[in-house]
C-alpha cells in the first residue's frame, strides 16, 4: 500500500509514523491484520507540532504495534479511530482536552478533564506548569525530512526523527 | 451520546434525570455520572471526570525522574508500590540498566502483597456498596496488617515510594519474610470466611448473577483490562503476555470467567487473592534473604528515547508512554490508567440496569479517581 | 510477627491487640445496659400501674379526671419512647462494635451510656433547615406524621395482663391503619423536600409499603382466626397454653420479613438506602426534624419486635410463681417477661442488621407478590382449618 | 458557634451554662460528611477501622451534608471541584467545621503549582484544623478529631473564627483568568 509512512522497530514493537492524512488508512489496515486491543492514545508535544501516538495490541498473538502521525499547532486535526476501537474514546477526548488535538469523526469531542469553558490545553509546552502562557515562546521549525517517508521513492531508515523542539 | 441537560426531555415527562456525585457514598471518590431514570431504569448514563484532575502528566514534566516516582504513588492510591512500576521498568529499558534478581523479586513480592490490600479494600466497599457493612471493618483490619509489613520496609503506610530505577530503595526489614509469612497464614485462615460473607453469599447472588453483562467482543474494543476483562473471558494479563520483573519464574494461573456479569467480576477478584497468594509463597522461597537490591544508577540518569511500558495492577493495565529529550526530566510522561480506560463502559453496562444494579455494576468496575483523573 | 500482631485462632471474634475486651470495661457495659433495661422496665410499671393507682388514690377516675389520666399516660409513653431510641441507637452501635471487632462508643459516660444524650442534645441545637425547592407545610409536618403514627401503636400493645393503654376489640385494625400512616410521613417527607433523591426514596416507600402490606394485612387475620379475636389483649390471652409460633408458623416467618421490610431494615432499606440514595427520604432533614425520623425509627424497632412477641410468641406469658394475677407484682413480673422477649427480638434484628447486605426493590415486590402472598393466604386457610378443627 | 445559630457568646450566666452544655454535646457528636475527595479518603476509611475506630468518640459518616458537622477535606481540590465543594458546605446545616486533611488540602501538596488544584481549601471554605501529612496517618487525623472536639468544647477558643477568606482572585477560575500574574 503506498501510505506516506515509515515503519521501525524499536524494542519489541513495531513502530509505523505516518502522514496525519493516512492515518486512518493504516488504522484500518492494522484492525483488519487483526489489531484487535486499543491500549492507549498518547499526545506529545514535539516542540514544532503535536504528536499523536497510538498504541495496539493483537490478542491473537500478543504482537504490539505503535502508530504515530505528527499535525502541526495550526491545523491540529487527526481522523478519529474510535469506530474502530471504542476503546480509545476518552483518551482522545483527553488528547484533545489536554493537548488540543482535534479527533476528526469523534462521536463526543468534548473535553474530558477540565471545565467546558476552559481555553487552554495545558500540555502543550506554550504553557507552563501552572497553565499561564510562557512569554516568548515560539513554535520550532517543522522537520526537513519529514518523519514519515514519501512512498515512490523507497528509502532506507533515515536519521532519528527530530526530537527537538524544546524551545524554552 | 452528548451532553445531558439536567432539564426534562420535551416529550419524556416520564424520564427523571439525577446527578450522581461527585458527592455520593457509592462512587468510590469523585465520579459524577448523570443518569436518566425512568422509574427504576436508567434510560441513560453519561459518566462525568475530572474532579481529582491534579495535572500529574504537566507537573512531572517539572520534575527529575527520580521525582515522578513518588508521583505515579498517587494515582492509584489504593495499590501503592504498583505504580511505581511502569515509570521504573521504561527508564530501566532506556537506560539498559541490569537489575539484580533478587531486587526484582522484592518487587514482585511488594507486587502482589498490594494487590491483596487493593483487592480487599474492593471487598469491603462493593459489600457497603450492597448494603453489608461489617465486611467493610474485617477486610480493613487485614488490610492494616499488609501497610504494618510494608512501613517496616519501606517507611511509609500507603504510598511508599520503595521502587527505584534499577531495583528498590533499600534492603527489605530482616524480619521482611517471615512476616510476610505469617500473613499469608493469616489470610488464608481468613479467606473462607470472606468467601462465606461475600461469594457465598444468597443476596450478593441475588443482587449480583446476570447483573451488567458485558460481553468479551465488547470489552476487548473498549480497552477494558484487569479482572474486568478476565471475568468476560479474556485470559488477558499483562504479567503474563508481557512477562516483567520476576514473574517469568514463578507458576501462577489467570483465572477467568465466561459469564461476564458483575458476580463474575466478584468472582475473579477472589481467585486473584488465591494467586497472589501463591505467588508470594513462591518468591518467598526463591528470594534469597541477603544480596544485592539495587543496580547501578547514576543520580543524574539522562534519558533519550520513547517507551511504552505497562504492568499488571489491581485494575488492569497500568501503562506509561515515557519520552525523554536527553535532560534529567521527562519530556513527557502520559500514564495509560487501567481504571481510567475500564470507566469507560458505564454507559454500555449501566443503560437497561435497574438504579441498585449501577451501583453494584460500578463497584465492580473498582474505580480509583487518582488513577482515572491523575 | 511483632509488629501488628497476627491472631492465633480463625474466627472472627478474636481477642488482640487493637481490639482489647478488656479495655472497654465489659462490666460496666453490663451494668449500664442492665440500669437502661431496668429504667425502661421502671417506666413501663410507673405509666401502667403507677399512674393509675396515684389517680385511684386521689379519687380522680372518672370523667375528666380519667382523660386527665389516660394523658399522663401518654406523656409518660412519649418519655418512653425517647429513653426507648436512645438506647436502642446506643445498642445498635455497641453491638456493631462488638460484631465488627471494635468498641463503639465508649468514652462519653461510663461505657459509653450517654453518647446518644449528647447527639440528641446537638440535634437539638443543630439549625433546622427547610430548603427553598421544599414545600414548607408539608416538609415540617411529614416527620411528626412518621412519629406519630410510631408511637400510636403504643396504644394497643399489652405489656401486662390488662396493661394497655387502649385494649379496644378491633386492635388489629386499628394496627394496620396507623402502622401505613408512617409509610405516608416518609412519601409525605420524599415529595415535599424537592430533591430527587428523596423523591425516589419516598417512591421506593410507597412501592414498597403496597408489597409488605397485604401479607401483613392477611398474616393478622391467619392470627386473628386462630386467636379468635382482633384484640391484642385476647391474642396474648389465648396462647396462655401454647405459643402461636407453633401453629402459625408460616405467618409468623412472613411477619417477620413483613416488619423487616415496615422499618425500612436491611435486608429491605430501600427508601433510605444510604449507599444508592445517599439517605433517602430524609436527604434534607436536619436537626430536629431529622431527629424525628430517627426516633420514629428507633421506637418502631422496639415496637415491631414486641408485635411479634405480642402475636407468636406468647406477649407477657410467663412463669407466675403463684403470684395472683392482676396484682402489681405479677404485672411488673408479666411485664419483664415481655421486655426480655422483646429484647431478645430486638436483638435478632440488630443482628441482621450487622450481617446483611441489601437486596434489590424489584426483588422485594418479586418475593413479596409471588411468594410471600400466596403463602399468607395458605397461612390463614391452614389456619382457619385448624381453628375449626382443634380449637 | 453560639447558641442556636447567634454567634455571640452568652454573658447571661443560665444562658452560658446552657451554651456550654450546648457545646459540650456538639463536641461530643460530631458527624462528618462522607466525602472522600483522594489518597487521603483511604487514611480516612482507615480512621474508622477496628485498629483506631473513631467511632469510639462518637463519631460516624452521615451521607448528606444537611445532617453531617464536621468536613474533612480529604484530598487535592482541584478547580472544578472547588464550586461543588464550596456548595456542599453551603448546604451543611450550621453550625460546621472544616478539617483540611494533609498537605494537598493545605497548600496544594505535590501538586501545588499546577494549572488545575486550589492551593489550598482554606482559600474556598473556613478551615478549623490542618493536618500535615502525605497523607496523613489514622492517628493524625483522630488527634486532629479530638483537637477540634476541645476546640468545640472550650468557652474561649470556640468564638474565635477562622482565618478570613480570600477574595481578591477567583480561585476556580482557568489560569490567566482569574486574576493573578503567572508565576515565573
Not at chain 3, 380519667?66 to 418512653?80: D, N, S
Not at chain 3, 452501635?93 to 442534645?121: C, N, S, W
Not at chain 3, 431529622?290 to 415491631?304: H, I, T
Request: a negative charge; one cysteine or more.
Amino acid at each position: 500500500m503506498d501510505l506516506r509512512m515509515k515503519q521501525e522497530r524499536l524494542f519489541d514493537e513495531d513502530v509505523y509514523t505516518v502522514h496525519p492524512e493516512d492515518y486512518r488508512a493504516l488504522c484500518e489496515k492494522l484492525k483488519a491484520d487483526g489489531y484487535d486491543f486499543p491500549r492507549a492514545v498518547s499526545a506529545v508535544d514535539m516542540g514544532y507540532g503535536l504528536r499523536v501516538v497510538l498504541h495496539l495490541v493483537r490478542m491473537s498473538d500478543l504482537a504490539k504495534v505503535e502508530v504515530r502521525t505528527d499535525v502541526p499547532y495550526d491545523e491540529p486535526v487527526v481522523s478519529s479511530v474510535t469506530d474502530l476501537w471504542p476503546g480509545v474514546e476518552w483518551h482522545e477526548r483527553e488528547a484533545y482536552d489536554l493537548m488540543g488535538v482535534r479527533f476528526k469523526g469523534h462521536p463526543d469531542l468534548r473535553r474530558l478533564f477540565l471545565e467546558e469553558d476552559w481555553e487552554i490545553h495545558p500540555l502543550q509546552k506554550r504553557y507552563d506548569t501552572g497553565g499561564y502562557p510562557l512569554p516568548g515562546w515560539q513554535p520550532a521549525q517543522w522537520p526537513d525530512p519529514a518523519p514519515w517517508v514519501e512512498p515512490p521513492p523507497p528509502q532506507e531508515e533515515g536519521g532519528e526523527k527530530a526530537e527537538g523542539g524544546e524551545a524554552e | 451520546m452528548s451532553t445531558i441537560s439536567v432539564d426534562p426531555v420535551p416529550g419524556r415527562s416520564d424520564e427523571m434525570v439525577v446527578n450522581m456525585g461527585p458527592q455520593h457514598p457509592a462512587t468510590h471518590g469523585v465520579l459524577r455520572v448523570v443518569i436518566g431514570l425512568e422509574g427504576e431504569r436508567i434510560t441513560r448514563a453519561v459518566p462525568h471526570i475530572g474532579y481529582l484532575h491534579r495535572n500529574h502528566e504537566k507537573i512531572e514534566e517539572a520534575r527529575t525522574y527520580f521525582q515522578v516516582v513518588p508521583y505515579t504513588d498517587r494515582m492509584d492510591y489504593v495499590s501503592g508500590t504498583q505504580n511505581e512500576l511502569p515509570v521504573v521498568l521504561a527508564v530501566e529499558d532506556l537506560l539498559g540498566v541490569e537489575v539484580p534478581q533478587r531486587a526484582k523479586q522484592i518487587r514482585t513480592i511488594f507486587f502482589e502483597l498490594f494487590r491483596i490490600a487493593s483487592h480487599l479494600v474492593w471487598m469491603g466497599t462493593a459489600m457497603l456498596d450492597l448494603g453489608a457493612i461489617t465486611p467493610f471493618l474485617y477486610t480493613f483490619w487485614d488490610r492494616e496488617i499488609i501497610l504494618g509489613i510494608v512501613e517496616r520496609t519501606a517507611g511509609a503506610r500507603m504510598l511508599p515510594n520503595y521502587y527505584t530505577f534499577g531495583g528498590v530503595r533499600r534492603d527489605v526489614h530482616p524480619e521482611f519474610f517471615k512476616d510476610v509469612a505469617d500473613f499469608l497464614d493469616h489470610l488464608e485462615r481468613r479467606m473462607p470466611d470472606y468467601e462465606h460473607l461475600v461469594l457465598e453469599n444468597p443476596i450478593v447472588h441475588a443482587r449480583t448473577k446476570g447483573v451488567g453483562v458485558l460481553s468479551k467482543e465488547r470489552a476487548i474494543a473498549r480497552g477494558v483490562t484487569g479482572p474486568v476483562l478476565r471475568a468476560s473471558g479474556v485470559a488477558y494479563d499483562v504479567r503474563k503476555a508481557f512477562p516483567y520483573d520476576a514473574y517469568p519464574d514463578v507458576e501462577f494461573e489467570v483465572p477467568t470467567s465466561p459469564d461476564g456479569d458483575t458476580y463474575a467480576r466478584f468472582w475473579v477478584r477472589f481467585q486473584e487473592i488465591y494467586q497472589a497468594c501463591k505467588i508470594i509463597r513462591q518468591l518467598l522461597e526463591q528470594t534469597p534473604k541477603t544480596g544485592p537490591y539495587k543496580g547501578k544508577v547514576s543520580p543524574r540518569l539522562k534519558i533519550s528515547g520513547e517507551r511504552y511500558r505497562a504492568v499488571e495492577n489491581s485494575r488492569g493495565e497500568l501503562g506509561v508512554y515515557v519520552v525523554g529529550d536527553g535532560s534529567d526530566r521527562p519530556y513527557r510522561i502520559k500514564h495509560r490508567g487501567a481504571a481510567f480506560t475500564n470507566l469507560q463502559v458505564i454507559p454500555d453496562l449501566f443503560i437497561g440496569a435497574k438504579f441498585s444494579d449501577a451501583i453494584a455494576i460500578l463497584s465492580s468496575l473498582d474505580p480509583v479517581f487518582g488513577e482515572i483523573d491523575r | 510477627m511483632s509488629y501488628i500482631p497476627i491472631p492465633e485462632d480463625r474466627h472472627f471474634r478474636i481477642k488482640r491487640i487493637g481490639y482489647d475486651p478488656g479495655r472497654s470495661r465489659p462490666w460496666l457495659e453490663r451494668l449500664v445496659y442492665s440500669l437502661y433495661v431496668f429504667a425502661f422496665w421502671g417506666f413501663v410499671i410507673a405509666t401502667y400501674a403507677g399512674v393509675p393507682a396515684l389517680f385511684d388514690a386521689l379519687g380522680w377516675t372518672a370523667g375528666w379526671g380519667y382523660v386527665v389520666m389516660r394523658a399522663t399516660q401518654v406523656v409518660m409513653l412519649f418519655l418512653l419512647s425517647a429513653v426507648i431510641a436512645l438506647m436502642l441507637i446506643l445498642a445498635l452501635r455497641k453491638y456493631l462494635g462488638k460484631v465488627q471487632e471494635r468498641y463503639g462508643p465508649m468514652h462519653y459516660g461510663p461505657a459509653g451510656g450517654i453518647q446518644t444524650v449528647f447527639d440528641a442534645l446537638k440535634l437539638l441545637g443543630k439549625e433546622d433547615f427547610v430548603p427553598a425547592a421544599a414545600d414548607w407545610l408539608t416538609f415540617r409536618l411529614a416527620p411528626a406524621v412518621t412519629f406519630v403514627s410510631s408511637f400510636a401503636i403504643f396504644a394497643v400493645v399489652p405489656f401486662a395482663s390488662g396493661w394497655t393503654l387502649a385494649d379496644t376489640n378491633v386492635g388489629l385494625i386499628y394496627l394496620i391503619a396507623v402502622s401505613t400512616l408512617s409509610t405516608y410521613g416518609v412519601l409525605l417527607g420524599g415529595v415535599s423536600s424537592g430533591n430527587k433523591w428523596a423523591l425516589v426514596g419516598a417512591l421506593r416507600a410507597g412501592a414498597q409499603m403496597v408489597s409488605y402490606e397485604i401479607p401483613l394485612a392477611l398474616v393478622f387475620l391467619s392470627v386473628a382466626v386462630w386467636g379468635g379475636s382482633l384484640s391484642l389483649g385476647k391474642i396474648v390471652d389465648s396462647q396462655m397454653g401454647l405459643w402461636n409460633v407453633v401453629p402459625l408458623f408460616i405467618p409468623f416467618v412472613l411477619y417477620v420479613i413483613s416488619s423487616l421490610a415496615e422499618l425500612k431494615h436491611i435486608p429491605f432499606d430501600f427508601p433510605e438506602a444510604e449507599s444508592e440514595l445517599i439517605a433517602g427520604y430524609n436527604v434534607e432533614y436536619s436537626g430536629m426534624s431529622f431527629a424525628f425520623f430517627f426516633l420514629a425509627e428507633f421506637v418502631e424497632l422496639f415496637l415491631l419486635p414486641a408485635l411479634i412477641v405480642v402475636f407468636f410468641f406468647g406477649g407477657w406469658h410467663g412463669p407466675l410463681f403463684g403470684l395472683e394475677p392482676g396484682t402489681l407484682a405479677a404485672g411488673a413480673l408479666q411485664s419483664l417477661y415481655f421486655t426480655v422477649k422483646t429484647a431478645v427480638w430486638v436483638w435478632i434484628f440488630l443482628w441482621i442488621r450487622a450481617t446483611l447486605p441489601r437486596y434489590r426493590d424489584d426483588q422485594l415486590m418479586e418475593f413479596a407478590w409471588k411468594a410471600m402472598i400466596p403463602l399468607a393466604l395458605f397461612g390463614l386457610v391452614l389456619a382457619a382449618y385448624m381453628r375449626l378443627i382443634w380449637r | 458557634m453560639g447558641l442556636l445559630g447567634s454567634d455571640e457568646r452568652p454573658r447571661d450566666i443560665i444562658l452560658g451554662t446552657l451554651d456550654d452544655l450546648i457545646n459540650l454535646a456538639r463536641s461530643r457528636s460530631m458527624w462528618p460528611l462522607t466525602f472522600g475527595i483522594a489518597c487521603c479518603a483511604i487514611e480516612m476509611m482507615a480512621t474508622w477501622d477496628p485498629k483506631i475506630d473513631a467511632d469510639r468518640f462518637g463519631m460516624f459518616f452521615r451521607n448528606t451534608p444537611r445532617q453531617a458537622d464536621v468536613m474533612i477535606v480529604s484530598g487535592t481540590v482541584n478547580k472544578k471541584l472547588a464550586k461543588r465543594l464550596r456548595r456542599l458546605y453551603d448546604q451543611m446545616a450550621e453550625p460546621k467545621w472544616v478539617i483540611s486533611m494533609g498537605a494537598c488540602a493545605n497548600q496544594g501538596g505535590p501538586f501545588r503549582q499546577g494549572y488545575s488544584v486550589v492551593e489550598g481549601v482554606d482559600k474556598i471554605v473556613p478551615v478549623d484544623v490542618y493536618i500535615p501529612g502525605c497523607p496523613p496517618r489514622p492517628e493524625a487525623l483522630l488527634q486532629a478529631l479530638l483537637l477540634l472536639r476541645d476546640k468545640i468544647a472550650d468557652r474561649e477558643l470556640r468564638y474565635k473564627k477562622p482565618r478570613e477568606i480570600p477574595t481578591d482572585y477567583d480561585v476556580m477560575a482557568e489560569p490567566g483568568k482569574d486574576g493573578r500574574l503567572p508565576v515565573l
